[in-house]
């Protein structure tokens, strides 16, 4: 499994999460478009922002063979990061109708 590859899992499970998420809480839909670009913003900044930590793409790969739990911990990382975008996105737009 390429590094390329994690990455656009990574990105789909982000966007797949954020799409499923206003399913189960109503009141955080922002429509299809909107619940996409939160899942890959998220996914992205939350990957970047905590891939120092070990989990990012490469160090997944390093040793030749895929290590499955920091894979999991990855797309763990891209699910939480798509759900608390998804999250603030609604509160920004809630506030920006309100003034």
Known sequence: MTTTLIALLSIAIGILVANIFPKIY??????????????VFGCIF????FSHLGFDPFSIVKTGSVNVLLLFLNFTVSAI???????????????MQKS
């Open 81 to 95: 990061g798509a759900v608390i975008f998804v999250f603030l996105l609604k509160k920004i737009e809630t506030k």
């Open 46 to 49: 939350f990957i970047k922002a």
């Open 26 to 39: 109503r009141q955080y839909h922002l429509g299809t478009t909107g619940n996409t670009i939160a899942g």
